[in-house]
């Protein structure tokens, strides 16, 4: 069972910036594909970004290119979302998520076995 923990979302002005971070208790961190969703009330849960391939390639949702990076930390088993340059439509609760296989469908919620509790964002105008 892998588990993750996120940290990091907050309150920020449209134009700030956050740094989330999720942190997993899976040992063989590298066989595990990860990646960030975010979800508002009604909605169905959006891809953010996610490593879709082994070796640390990024994708990105089209709302948040040039704006959102992913990241790793594969000593401390971590990833890391940093989002730059907020706006008031990225206020979502993010959650952090793991699946034991890469591949194509990165961007599909559904292909992901374990989630994080979620980190709210909220970015006021």
């Known amino acids: 069972q892998v588990q993750l923990v996120e940290s990091g979302g907050g309150l920020v002005q449209a134009g700030g910036s956050l740094r989330l971070s999720c942190a997993t208790s899976?040992?063989?961190?590298?066989?595990?594909?990860m990646g960030w969703f975010r979800q508002t009330p009604g909605k169905e849960r959006d891809f953010v970004a996610a490593f879709g391939w082994v070796g640390d390639r990024a994708y990105y949702g089209d709302s948040v290119k040039g704006r959102f990076t992913l990241s790793r930390d594969n000593a401390k088993n971590m990833i890391y979302l940093q989002m730059n340059d907020l706006k008031p439509e990225d206020t979502a609760v993010y959650y952090c998520?793991?699946?034991?296989?890469?591949?194509?469908?990165?961007?599909?919620?559904?292909?992901?076995?374990?989630w994080g509790q979620g980190t709210q964002v909220t970015v006021s105008t």
């Open positions: 899976e040992l063989t961190f590298s066989d595990i594909a």
């Open positions: 998520a793991a699946r034991r296989y890469y591949g194509t469908t990165y961007y599909s919620a559904s292909t992901y076995a374990y």
